[in-house]
């Protein structure tokens, strides 16, 4: 089995490879698509970060390919309905960043708390300026966290921790940490928040979530964060916010408009204004969150080579699977009536007794692992590769 990974993919991932049986091939960069195809001939297992893209015909052209993973979060470099149609397992790392962006949340609760940003600009430009005006301890102040997820949860524990009081709101009813009390609405938040920090996904709705009406809406003098999706905040409305000083002060890691590459410049109407934190989407940027999402995606690949799991894959229904004990078929499928019967009489025509059988579909696919207690021989495997609703039928053990 060979694996091929690009862009730099942490050591943790390529030794977790290594160790589970894979001939690892590591590049240093991104590759164009002819390119990718020509290095795909005799690959298994694809490893990228966010720079490579997949298309369909780098699926379409890769006959060995059986899984790809994401070295990162965002899985849209990879046409994950191509590799559905294919049954290519794709694997991301969603939630392996969650503590690096909470640590610095926290710092920037803190630091926005106690002017940090102005007083080490002004001592940096010769301005010693020493005053507890407008300085706070965080301790006994209150928070409000908007969306209570991964993130927004263990941002919860950790001001606790500091001693601060938290609130939150989520649209989905959460079950709150520690003494974090929860809030009926974001109306209901807004007004008792000293600090809001936004933390909810991506949705399209979310969209513009926080805008003139939310900000008119804080407690006056309250601190803002958002450390989750540039779309969900109006920064117009923002800067006169900050610029009226009903908002105290600001840390922006997310930007509607961000650049794509390092050397393109930075414009915000944030720029330039006193008590404001911006930092170039680095939320979850650490060497500990690239160890972890190493570590988790190689995890997911090699489980899938070995047993077929495909828990939290981002396209193929999930299946749970321990390494097989005996023979295991593993059929995907279109998710159509009728398909497991058919399954189950061409396995029954074998003599093969089934020990276990998973079944799970999602959307159009369905997913089936057959444990079964004799050798399938090559007609069973062509028989069931025959099947029209057939897209990928592999052996294991
Ligand atoms: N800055 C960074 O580098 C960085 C790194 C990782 C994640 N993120 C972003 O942080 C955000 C949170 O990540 P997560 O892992 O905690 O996600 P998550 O999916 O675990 O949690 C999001 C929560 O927000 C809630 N939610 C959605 N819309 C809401 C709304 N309008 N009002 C209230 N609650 C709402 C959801 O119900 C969910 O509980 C995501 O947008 C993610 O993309 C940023």
């Known amino acids: 089995m060979k694996a091929l990974l690009l862009e730099n993919i942490h050591p943790d991932g390529v030794r977790v490879l290594r160790e589970r049986g894979f001939e690892v091939e590591t590049r240093p960069d991104a590759l164009g698509e002819a390119a990718l195809i020509e290095a795909l001939r005799d690959v298994d297992l694809l490893g990228i970060r966010s720079t490579t893209y997949v298309t369909a015909e780098v699926i379409r052209s890769a ?9 990162c979060i965002g899985t849209n470099q990879i046409d994950v309905d191509a590799a559905t149609a294919a049954g290519v397992a794709v694997f991301n790392a969603p939630y392996s960043n ?12 803190i630091a926005l708390a106690r002017h940090l940003v102005d007083h080490t600009s002004q001592m940096h430009a010769g301005v010693w300026n020493k ?15 908007v969306g209570y997820g991964s993130i927004g949860a263990q941002l919860s524990v950790l001001a606790e921790s500091l001693g601060m009081r938290v609130y939150f709101y989520d649209v989905v009813d959460k079950l709150a940490l520690g003494n974090a009390t929860r809030c009926g609405s974001l109306e209901e938040l807004l007004d008792v928040a000293e ?10 709705a979310n969209r513009n979530l926080f805008g003139e009406a939310e900000f008119a809406r804080m ?15 109006d920064d117009e409305a923002l800067a006169r ?27 915000s109407p944030l720029r330039g204004l006193p008590n404001v934190i911006l930092t170039p989407h680095v939320g979850g940027s650490t060497q500990e969150a690239q160890a972890n999402i190493g570590l988790f995606v190689a995890g997911k690949l090699a489980d899938f080579v070995a047993a077929g799991a495909t828990v939290l894959s981002v396209n193929l229904p999930a299946v749970q699977a321990a390494p097989p004990q005996e023979r295991r078929i593993l059929h995907l499928h279109a998710n159509v009536p009728g398909v497991m019967a058919t399954i189950n009489r061409i396995v029954a025509e074998v003599g093969a007794n089934v020990d276990a059988q998973q079944l799970a579909t999602r959307g159009e696919v369905g997913y089936a692992v057959l444990d079964i207690d004799a050798d399938a021989s090559e007609d069973v495997l062509a028989a069931l590769r025959a099947m029209p609703e057939a897209i990928r039928v592999e052996l294991r053990g």
């Open 131 to 145: 005053s507890a005006r407008g300085s706070h301890e965080v301790r006994g102040r209150s928070l409000g966290i």
């Open 195 to 204: 600090t809001v920090s936004l933390h909810v996904d991506g949705r399209p």
């Open 241 to 267: 916010h900050l610029r009226s000083g009903h908002v105290a002060g600001a840390a922006l890691d997310v930007f509607p408009t961000e650049p794509r590459t390092n050397d393109e410049g930075f414009a």
């Open 219 to 233: 407690r006056p003098r309250s601190l803002f964060l958002n450390l989750s999706r540039g779309f969900v905040v």
């Open 98 to 109: 969650t503590r690096s962006v909470v640590e610095l949340a926290v710092a920037e609760i």
């Open 63 to 71: 006959p060995r390919l059986r899984a790809i993973g994401a070295f």
